[in-house]
């Protein structure tokens, strides 16, 4: 039998569509349609140092009663988490002298590491009051967006602000996002503020390598062509909601490691809700959970997951969450 150009082209095609049908199948079998939002019984309840009790959290479909919620997810941050706590104390607890109606909160979510973080948390509980500083501790590892999410959850803010435990933000950039979460609400209340990095772009890209740069712009261009269009630094761990934001997203939100930034805003997207994005002061800090190279490569995957989920339906959206 002879080999013709036209039927190695016909054999390639067959095996393209082959692979195409087993990969969507594959999709639907791994996929689950709505996020998993369950959490472990001791993950409802936060601890007094000072009495030494369990009290249970509040839900986030409870009427808010602070002005600001700060959730600070923490992985093995025993270390770094003091500079980041004491910054951000320093900063609210000299807001509300100036404003004495202003409330806020932080929320301290261990996310199943298990080094000293929560005991290193609870020091700041029992020196400021649990109804200033709250720890949930999890069971088991959920990942960066997972943790945010169950902290989201308990929490009481008018407004919530998510940060990472690192210290790499400043918290006196919050008035910025706050003056443009204002600007941008819409008529239901909703809205989401991006900090971003990307004005220091320049700056970091000449301590990179050239294959760290290619990268860099590769996922860039992922983000932009297959999920979310016209913010220029989605993965800033400094972003700010409204309440009701922040409950429509985090209750359909389905990725819960590095890409859950990505899967937000794609999510405040498809809902139409305002984003914002302001420049704020970043400085690199030694210690990062991620891996340069290969969790761009993760997150990258997951791109093209997430796409191809909500395309086929095996992902989908909740327009009405209901209380966990």
């Given at each position: 039998?002879?080999?013709?150009?036209?039927?190695?082209?016909?054999?390639?095609?067959?095996?393209?569509?082959?692979?195409?049908?087993?990969?969507?199948?594959?999709?639907?079998?791994?996929?689950?349609?709505?996020?998993?939002?369950?959490?472990?019984?001791?993950?409802?309840?936060?601890?007094?140092?000072?009495?030494?009790?369990?009290?249970?959290?509040?839900?986030?479909?409870?009427?808010?009663?602070?002005?600001?919620?700060?959730?600070?997810?923490?992985?093995f941050e025993e270390e770094r988490l003091p500079t980041m706590m004491d910054e951000a104390l320093d900063f609210l607890e000299a807001r509300q002298k100036k404003n004495r109606s202003f409330s806020y909160e932080i929320v301290v979510v261990n996310d199943g590491s298990?080094?000293?973080?929560?005991?290193?948390?609870?020091?700041?509980?029992?020196?400021?009051?649990?109804?200033?500083?709250?720890?949930?501790?999890?069971?088991?590892?959920?990942?960066?967006?997972?943790?945010?999410?169950?902290?989201?959850?308990?929490?009481?803010?008018?407004?919530?602000?998510?940060?990472?435990?690192?210290?790499?933000?400043?918290?006196?950039?919050?008035?910025?996002?706050?003056?443009?979460?204002?600007?941008?609400?819409?008529?239901?209340?909703?809205?989401?503020?991006?900090?971003?990095?990307?004005?220091?772009?320049?700056?970091?890209?000449?301590?990179?390598?050239?294959?760290?740069?290619?990268?860099?712009?590769?996922?860039?261009?992922?983000?932009?062509?297959?999920?979310?269009?016209?913010?220029?630094?989605?993965?800033?761990?400094?972003?700010?909601?409204t309440r009701e934001a922040a409950i429509l997203l985090f209750s359909n939100l389905h990725v819960e490691r590095w890409a859950f930034d990505v899967d937000l805003l794609y999510l405040a997207q498809t809902f139409n809700i305002p984003i914002g994005e302001v420049a704020?002061?970043?400085?690199?800090?030694?210690?990062?959970?991620?891996?340069?190279?290969?969790?761009?490569?993760?997150?990258?995957?997951?791109?093209?997951?997430?796409?191809?989920?909500?395309?086929?339906?095996?992902?989908?959206?909740?327009?009405?969450?209901?209380?966990?």
């Amino acid at each position: 039998m002879e080999i013709t150009l036209a039927s190695i082209f016909w054999a390639l095609a067959v095996l393209a569509l082959v692979f195409l049908v087993v990969l969507v199948i594959g999709i639907y079998i791994t996929s689950k349609p709505y996020p998993n939002l369950g959490r472990y019984e001791s993950e409802k309840f936060y601890e007094d140092p000072s009495k030494n009790e369990k009290l249970r959290f509040p839900s986030i479909h409870d009427p808010p009663s602070m002005d600001l919620s700060v959730i600070v997810p923490a992985y093995f941050e025993e270390e770094r988490l003091p500079t980041m706590m004491d910054e951000a104390l320093d900063f609210l607890e000299a807001r509300q002298k100036k404003n004495r109606s202003f409330s806020y909160e932080i929320v301290v979510v261990n996310d199943g590491s298990t080094d000293k973080t929560t005991e290193t948390a609870l020091k700041y509980s029992k020196t400021y009051g649990t109804e200033k500083v709250r720890v949930l501790t999890l069971e088991k590892n959920r990942g960066k967006g997972g943790a945010i999410r169950l902290g989201m959850f308990v929490a009481r803010g008018k407004q919530l602000l998510f940060a990472d435990a690192d210290g790499a933000s400043k918290f006196s950039d919050l008035s910025k996002l706050e003056a443009e979460l204002s600007k941008q609400k819409n008529s239901d209340n909703m809205a989401v503020v991006c900090g971003s990095r990307a004005h220091l772009e320049k700056d970091s890209i000449a301590q990179r390598s050239f294959f760290r740069t290619v990268l860099m712009y590769g996922f860039h261009f992922l983000v932009y062509f297959l999920c979310v269009k016209g913010v220029k630094d989605t993965q800033c761990g400094f972003k700010l909601l409204t309440r009701e934001a922040a409950i429509l997203l985090f209750s359909n939100l389905h990725v819960e490691r590095w890409a859950f930034d990505v899967d937000l805003l794609y999510l405040a997207q498809t809902f139409n809700i305002p984003i914002g994005e302001v420049a704020i002061s970043w400085q690199e800090i030694e210690g990062s959970k991620m891996i340069p190279v290969w969790s761009w490569l993760q997150m990258g995957r997951d791109l093209l997951l997430i796409r191809l989920r909500y395309i086929l339906g095996a992902w989908r959206i909740n327009k009405s969450p209901k209380a966990q």
